[in-house]
């Protein structure tokens, strides 16, 4: 008989364990919910329309973006020339045609440092118009979608709400957890207006769209503040973005990829590599240069310390500096033979570059031209450096040239924007946020019916407080991985003993006043 009540008894204290463990875990479940859903929300809405981003903008543009298919394509300096002609300023890339009825695009510079991109039908060296840098409403959706849009602090908040996210995820899963259970699990019980309905509405849509998601917010991570830039600069420094012994075998230049163009994730910290400037060539600079003006030769002495002139906003000073810069490099160029814009795409269609890609032209008297695609898949991605005098290749780097690490996070980063495997993968993406957003309006629900009057409606601590140090192990661990999450954490932590104490002494105050009362 004692031995049957021991049984009893245990089994009642591991029920009761459990149960304080659930509650929890459901505890901190909403509390991540809490800082992530309106974030999640917007980054599914976002991303939903991101997935679908040529088809807006061909739509939308369609006047800039869509042209009628004529014979052979011009030269593109000629078109060049006529986005030139039509706006002034200096091409800083040129994207050719990725498609028989698309446009060209020059992006173009004017002496203050304001860019624009300029569209030009490629059969008739006719300027279409033109739009900012990154004026199209695909990139305005990527900058809602990125939080650009918030500030400075834009992928900070990135960086939380992905923390948080994988947080949310793996509490739900413990959540969900069937435990005997049928209602709720993978049907839903109820009816609209029954708080029951939401919570398995959230519980089934949360475990069939969980996986998706929690894949979605690790590979969101690269484009973090602190978690992503750090391993960024790690596996670039570690040759990870670049072909073994480049560095060794290739002089390589201070000027970076991401300078001219947009690079893939692996490449940020990439440095272009230096064309060899001839020898005749030099005297006929230096004569050339002597005959500039003496504020064009101060600038040219100076030219070594640019960087540190530039970084200055209030220099008077640095719109004179920069039209003499630009001035000096254009002058350097003409003087020693570049083989021209139609030349290097000459070589680079000759390499079998996938069209759509866009060209950089040289920066100086030791730039180069570069050439760099990034489309759907990731085998044909690809960046490819020229000379700017004898046109050799100096570098052609390909998507199998990364290292493992790279390779997994350019992988990860193409899924997470719907390019890789196609349709498939889109239409996956595309139920998995209408799903996100019906977890989330889901949640919003079933809060707002259990909530009490006056109150935030967390979800109440368990009996025993020390139930909670496991799910902080965890939390913790969470943390160091992703800093940020760490340091949103304490905050929480602190807003959560604040909050538990405030209860404690609404409840004591409640049930002193029922004594006096009594």
Sequence with gaps: MHATNDRSDAAQTRRDSRWRFYRAIWRWHFYAGLLVLPFITLLA??????????????????????????????????????????????????????????????????????????????????????????????????????????GPYARGLIEMAGGWTIVLVLTGVYLWWPRGRGGGVISVRGKPRQRLFWRDLHAVTGAGVGTILLVLALTGMPWSWLWGAQVNRWVNGHDFGYPAGLRVQQPMSHQRLADSTEPAWSLRQARLPESVVPAQSIARLDQRLHGEQDGGLRV???????????????????????????????????????????????????????????????????????ASVYPADLQQQRVIHLDQYSGAVLLDMRYRDYGPLAKLMEWGINVHLGQQYG????????????????????????????????????????????????????????????????????????????WMQRVQADASAEGAARHKHG
């Design 300 to 370: 040219g002495n100076e030219h070594s310390g640019h960087t540190a002139l530039t970084g200055h906003a209030d220099n008077p000073d640095r719109s004179e500096y920069s039209k003499h810069l630009a001035q000096l490099d254009r002058s350097a160029q003409h003087v020693h033979g570049a083989i021209g814009l139609d030349a290097a795409m000459t070589r680079f269609d000759a390499r079998g570059i996938t069209p759509g890609y866009s060209v950089a032209p040289p920066r100086g008297v030791a730039g180069v031209y570069t």
């Design 45 to 150: 809405v976002t991303g939903a329309a991101f997935l679908y981003q040529d088809v807006i903008d061909r739509s939308v543009h369609h006047a800039l973006k869509v042209v009628q298919v004529g014979g052979a394509r011009l030269p593109a300096e000629q078109l060049v020339g006529a986005a030139r002609q039509r706006y002034g300023g200096r091409l800083f890339v040129y994207t050719t045609p990725d498609r028989a009825d698309a446009s060209a695009e020059v992006g173009l510079v004017d002496t203050h440092g304001v860019r624009q991109v300029v569209y030009v039908d490629p059969y008739r060296a006719r300027v279409l118009g033109a739009l900012p840098e990154h004026g199209t409403l695909s990139w305005t959706i990527r900058r809602l979608h990125s939080l650009a849009l918030v």
């Design 423 to 498: 349709t498939a993968n889109r239409l996956i993406l595309l139920f998995a946020c209408i799903a996100i957003v019906l977890l989330c309006v889901s949640a919003a629900v079933m809060w707002y019916k259990r909530r009490p009057s006056g109150g935030l409606g967390v979800p109440p601590l368990p009996a025993d407080p020390r139930t909670l140090r496991g799910v902080l192990v965890l939390l913790v661990l969470c943390g160091l991985v992703f800093p940020l999450v760490g340091l949103s954490l304490l905050l929480l932590w602190a807003f959560d003993r604040y």
